[in-house]
């Protein structure tokens, strides 16, 4: 394989990835909806950190410095809640609009 089809095949996962972003952003929305309410689930904070973290990792993986950038203030933003506990309101406005800074990157 040529490295003008390597990169060809590059592009073409970047694209398919850019294209997956929406449905793990709503993902992320649903499992902080999960967490920022009465009854906390506390399975959704664990999954929510693991999928912020590895699209932290991916989307700088794929040339997407300011995708990757978001994800890990959102993860910073997530540090020291504890499963099953309710976000105080401070830290459920920052969470929040982190995550509308990732869904604009």
Known sequence: ???Q???KEFQKLRAE???????????LRSLWQRIDCEEPDPDALEILKREIHTMAGSAGSFGLPVVSKAAAACEDALEGLKPGSRPGAKRSAKFTAQLAKLDKA
């Not at 850019?18 to 993902?27: D, F, I, N, Q, V």
């Open 17 to 27: 990835y850019r294209g997956s972003l929406p449905a793990k952003l709503r993902r």
């Open 5 to 7: 089809d390597l990169g």
């Open 1 to 3: 394989m040529s490295w």
